[in-house]
Structures are given as C-alpha cells and as structure tokens.
C-alpha cells in the first residue's frame, strides 16, 4: 500500500519537502541521542520509541532526505558540483548527518549515507581531483571526530574482529563465525525453508543483520543465487529508470534511491560472509524492522513514480 499509494504521487513535489524533510531527520537524529527519547539496543541508540506504537529509527529517513535535497540542488544547479564553494552546502550538510550518526553510534547507516553522498555527486559531475582532496581531509576528519567522540575503542574492536574473529571465538567473534558456519551448512540446496539450525540461540540476530545467513542455510547456494539475481535485476532497473528520467531531478531521485538500495545490498552480505567488518545493516525487504520496510517499500514508489514519466525509448 505505501508503495503503490507514494508511486501515484508526482516526485516533482518532493522539491519543496526536501529542505523540510532534511530538518525533520536532523530533529530526530538529535532526539535519538541520550536525552530520553532514545531506546538503547545493542550498545547503540538509534531508536525512538513512541508509545503504544513502537519504534522508529530516524536514520532512515535521514538517507531518504539526503538523497532527495542533493537531487534538488543538483537539477537548479548543475555546475555546483564542480566547484570548491559550490560543494560547501553539501558538504555541510553531509558533515551534520554524520556526526549525529557517529553519536549513536551507527556505523552502517553513516557508510551507507557517505557511499549515496560520493555516488550521487560523482553523477552529478563532480571533478575527480575535488573527490580526492576531499577523501584526504574527510577521512582524517572523521577518524578524528570518532576519536573525540570516545568511539575509536569501538571501531578498533570491530576491525580486529574483522581481521580475526577465531581469536576469540567465545566473545566478539561468535557472531561472524556462526555466520560462517549458516552459509556453510547449507550446502548445494540447502536444509529447507524453516529448517535451520544455527537460528536457534546459536547465531545472533539472525532475523536483522544476518538474514543472509540463515538464507544460505536454508535455500543453499542455488537459493541464495537467485535472490542475488532478483536484487541485481531490482537494481539494473532503478538504474534503468534513473538514466531514462525525463530531468535531472527525476533522474538524482532515481539513481541516488537505487544506489542506497545497492549499498545496503552489498554491506550485508559483506558482513554476513565477514568480506567487511560487522556492522548492523539489514537486508532490504527481508530483515525485520518496520521502519526500514516502510521506507524502502516508499523510495520504491518514488522510483516508480518517477518511471511513469520516463522518456519513450526512441526518444
């Protein structure tokens, strides 16, 4: 129903909502912080809790609402990107969102938004020599606010379990190895739908983060390839659309929206097959949560909003 209902609703009115959604996200990520508005799961606050409905995170729409001013700026302006001064505004922009989310911490959500940020720019024209200076002093930076922000013990605590998690396979490294172990266990076909075993206390969170995992398991190796595959094709067609969008800001819309898609694709099963260090991505349309499930099933319906009005192929 969300999908279908923002699908019918002409993406050219999200112009004006950009700034305002952009305001309401950056609200939010702020309330989330230890205040008492926040619901601490995992070590992290990323949660808002609402009584007698639940819990939201606010990151999520924290992505959207990037996404959808960038695409904004970059349709009235398209030289801006091109330009030391004209990267400022997103620059800032993308500095507040981060910081807030470093807070948390949330280190998915903060790869996720710098992956769409550097995507979306590089499409919108961005000079490769800008890129690179500001992937010099931007790592520095933010290596230097995790330091600040009493992080940096956390971030070292996942990479060594990255780079080694069977030095303490009892500990932090459980989790990676136990998803080692689903992926394994499944074989050529898998144990069956329902039948695994490692999701019973054995791996954690195997309905949020490794999802994957227990998909591995469970539909095997032939399963879980043509998921891969229904993903790439959901993924080539957001790209498809994108390209064929009738201007520019249909065309940001789309790809910048796909492109999260991609990411949070990619960083999962990174994750679940420990090719990246853990940390806290779900796997779109599968993973439970409700917000992420409402908010990509509603970026999808902006997607197709925006290929209702795509270009004829011969044109």
Same mark, same amino acid.
């Given at each position: 129903?969300?999908?279908?209902?923002?699908?019918?609703?002409?993406?050219?009115?999200?112009?004006?909502?950009?700034?305002?959604?952009?305001?309401?996200?950056?609200?939010?990520?702020?309330?989330?912080?230890?205040?008492?508005?926040?619901?601490?799961?995992?070590?992290?606050?990323?949660?808002?809790?609402?009584?007698?409905?639940?819990?939201?995170?606010?990151?999520?729409?924290?992505?959207?609402?990037?996404?959808?001013?960038?695409?904004?700026?970059?349709?009235?302006?398209?030289?801006?990107?091109?330009?030391?001064?004209?990267?400022?505004?997103? /620059?800032?922009?993308?500095?507040?969102? &981060? @910081? =807030? *989310?470093? $807070?948390?911490?949330?280190?998915?959500?903060? %790869? +996720?938004? !710098?992956?769409?940020?550097?995507?979306?720019?590089?499409?919108?024209?961005?000079?490769?020599?800008?890129?690179?200076?500001?992937?010099?002093?931007?790592?520095?930076?933010?290596?230097?606010?995790?330091?600040?922000?009493?992080?940096?013990?956390?971030?070292?605590?996942?990479?060594?379990?990255?780079?080694?998690?069977?030095?303490?396979?009892?500990?932090?490294?459980?989790?990676?190895?136990?998803?080692?172990?689903?992926?394994?266990?499944?074989?050529?076909?898998?144990?069956?739908?329902?039948?695994?075993?490692?999701?019973?206390?054995?791996?954690?969170?195997?309905?949020?983060?490794?999802?994957?995992?227990?998909?591995?398991?469970?539909? /095997?190796?032939?399963?879980?390839?043509? &998921? @891969? =595959? *229904?993903? $790439?094709?959901?993924?080539?067609?957001?790209? %498809? +659309?994108? !390209?064929?969008?009738?201007?520019?800001?249909?065309?940001?819309?789309?790809?910048?929206?796909?492109?999260?898609?991609?990411?949070?694709?990619?960083?999962?099963?990174?994750?679940?097959?420990?090719?990246?260090?853990?940390?806290?991505?779900?796997?779109?349309?599968?993973?439970?949560?409700?917000?992420?499930?409402?908010?990509?099933?509603?970026?999808?319906?902006?997607?197709?909003?925006?290929?209702?009005?795509?270009?004829?192929?011969?044109?």
């Amino acid at each position: 129903a969300v999908m279908y209902i923002t699908s019918k609703i002409n993406y050219q009115s999200l112009r004006w909502m950009s700034v305002f959604v952009l305001g309401i996200s950056i609200i939010l990520l702020v309330l989330v912080l230890p205040f008492g508005y926040g619901r601490t799961t995992v070590g992290a606050q990323r949660r808002i809790a609402i009584p007698l409905v639940g819990s939201f995170q606010p990151s999520e729409i924290a992505k959207f609402s990037l996404v959808i001013l960038y695409a904004h700026w970059m349709s009235i302006n398209p030289g801006s990107v091109r330009r030391i001064e004209g990267l400022i505004p997103y /620059g800032c922009v993308l500095g507040v969102i &981060i @910081l =807030l *989310l470093i $807070a948390e911490p949330h280190l998915s959500a903060m %790869v +996720i938004v !710098v992956g769409m940020a550097l995507i979306m720019l590089i499409l919108g024209g961005l000079n490769l020599r800008l890129l690179g200076a500001a992937v010099v002093g931007g790592v520095p930076l933010g290596l230097l606010a995790i330091f600040v922000m009493g992080k940096w013990d956390r971030l070292m605590g996942r990479l060594q379990v990255w780079w080694n998690p069977e030095a303490d396979a009892r500990g932090d490294g459980w989790q990676t190895l136990q998803s080692l172990y689903s992926i394994g266990s499944g074989g050529l076909m898998g144990t069956g739908i329902g039948n695994s075993r490692q999701k019973y206390l054995f791996l954690p969170e195997p309905q949020n983060d490794f999802i994957f995992a227990i998909v591995c398991e469970e539909l /095997g190796f032939i399963g879980a390839t043509l &998921i @891969l =595959l *229904l993903f $790439a094709l959901l993924i080539w067609r957001g790209f %498809v +659309i994108g !390209v064929r969008a009738r201007d520019r800001f249909g065309s940001f819309i789309a790809l910048g929206l796909t492109a999260q898609l991609a990411l949070q694709v990619l960083l999962n099963i990174a994750v679940a097959t420990n090719s990246f260090p853990n940390t806290g991505i779900g796997l779109p349309f599968f993973s439970y949560g409700g917000t992420s499930l409402m908010m990509l099933l509603g970026q999808v319906g902006v997607i197709l909003s925006v290929s209702r009005q795509t270009k004829p192929e011969d044109e």
